[in-house]
């Protein structure tokens, strides 16, 4: 019987209308052996709309933040307004937050690190972990966090990793685990590979993005579903040639040692 987490994933928009509406997306997941979904917020309603599904559904728990591309609609007080729904019992950590350099009309690289800060600080006020979101901006990313040690007790999830496997044992030394999706399930997706190889067994986790990056065999549909974290995982466990039941067993484990607030 699957054990399977989708630790990182976006159910809060339209995308899934056209296929029967999220429950119908949380059914197939159960049905597939996904046991838990980490829904994360990326701006404030999203955040909000994330903590209405945890409500409503069993195996729905979810995150709070602004992601370094939605910054533009930071206002005055969201950050309060984020530490209210944070609170809630089904609120895993601060997320996804973060450094993204990768379009040139993203938000200025000062300002994504204020905000970056600022959530972490946040984060480090209610002992909750946080969920990185880092493109293009490898560099800039762990010098951050390495300057901001003492905001990390509670470690965090550096999500859909594809930086190096150097950096793997860089961010693991400060407490970092890290999640694969459907780019990990690449044929030419050489160097992701390498690092979730090269990621240790108890720092592991496996996601979808969706509704982005759907995973082999499907890659290029729209929208990915939760479901297929099943591909992932078995993926994974081909590449580092380890037991498929025993590996999600360890994934599992892995979540819930990073999230204690996820039952
Ligand atoms: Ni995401």
């Not at 044992?169 to 999640?179: P, Q, R, T, V």
């Not at 499907?218 to 479901?227: A, I, L, M, Y």
């Amino acid at each position: 019987m699957a054990l399977l987490i989708d630790a990182h994933c976006h159910l809060t928009g339209d995308e899934y209308d056209g296929v029967g509406g999220v429950e119908a997306v949380l059914d197939r997941a159960k049905e597939a052996g996904v046991k838990r979904v980490i829904v994360s917020g990326f701006d404030l309603d999203s955040s909000r709309e994330a903590k209405s599904l945890a409500e409503t559904y069993a195996s729905v728990y979810f995150t709070v933040g602004f992601h370094p591309s939605e910054l533009e609609k930071y206002r005055e007080g969201d950050l309060e307004e984020l530490g209210r729904l944070a609170a809630h019992e089904k609120c895993v950590a601060i997320g996804e937050i973060g450094l993204d350099y990768h379009f040139p009309d993203n938000p200025s690289p000062d300002f994504q690190e204020e905000l970056f800060i600022k959530q972490m600080e946040l984060a480090d006020k209610l002992r909750l972990p946080i969920v990185v979101h880092s493109r293009d901006a490898a560099e800039d990313t762990l010098t951050l966090l390495r300057a901001q040690k003492e905001l990390l007790k509670k470690g965090g999830l550096m999500h859909c990793y594809a930086y190096s496997t150097e950096m793997v044992k860089d961010f693991a030394a400060l407490g970092f685990y890290f999640s694969f999706g459907g780019t990990s399930t690449f044929k030419n997706a050489k160097k992701v590979k390498e690092s979730a190889k090269a990621v240790p067994l108890d720092r592991l986790l496996t996601e979808t993005d969706s509704p982005y990056l759907a995973p082999e065999p499907f890659r290029g549909t729209f929208p990915n579903e939760c479901k297929n974290v099943r591909h992932v995982a078995e993926n994974l466990s081909a590449l580092r040639g380890e037991k498929e039941e025993e590996l999600q067993e360890r994934i599992f484990a892995n979540a819930k040692r990073l999230f204690p607030k996820l039952k």
